[in-house]
């Protein structure tokens, strides 16, 4: 199969079909195009991240111990749910402060579910710190944004080198920090 729209060639990869040139994307890369298309970059390459950076660690530890009753950990395809609650699709999340990458993140996982494997679910943003938890809907516009954030990774992933660095707010806490300033 020969197809040149990325989400027409992810869709095909995430079936199984027949294509010249597989295309994946994760959940994290989804993220990393809203935070940092440097950051999705790196991550494409495989390129690991520093695993002592406080706020990696912090976020592993919301990871291993949030909802440890309930957690799943499913992996389907080219995404990882953290868990199933009620049938919806919960993201955890140690923090509300990057809420447009979590929320972006999570409507991938609702977009590749209804679109790959038929399966209709909601979603919910949860920050177990902050006690917060957000619904999150796959609306005809988070369809367009998810589809249109997918042709733009593929944009950024397909660069012979990285974006060049932008000093952003949380730069300093990024786990790639060395990679830009250093």
Wanted: charged share 30%; aromatic share 8%.
């Amino acid at each position: 199969m020969t197809t040149t729209d990325p989400v027409d060639r992810l869709l095909a990869t995430a079936r199984g079909e027949p294509v010249d040139e597989p295309f994946r994307v994760t959940g994290v890369m989804m993220q990393y195009y809203y935070v940092c298309k440097r950051e999705l970059w790196f991550e494409s390459r495989n390129l690991e991240i520093d695993r002592e950076n406080p706020t990696v660690v912090r976020g592993t530890r919301v990871d291993d111990t949030a909802y440890s009753d309930k957690r799943e950990n499913l992996h389907l395809g080219m995404i990882s749910l953290d868990l199933l609650d009620d049938g919806r699709v919960v993201e955890v999340k140690p923090s509300s402060t990057l809420t447009e990458p979590a929320e972006m993140q999570l409507s991938y996982y609702l977009w590749y579910l209804d679109r790959v494997a038929d399966i209709q679910r909601d979603g919910v943003l949860a920050h177990p710190r902050e006690r917060k938890r957000e619904p999150v809907n796959l609306t005809d516009d988070r369809i367009e944004k998810v589809e249109t954030a997918i042709r733009g990774i593929h944009g950024v992933i397909e660069q012979p080198s990285p974006p060049p660095a932008e000093e952003k707010p949380f730069c300093d806490s990024c786990a790639y920090h060395d990679f830009c300033w250093c």
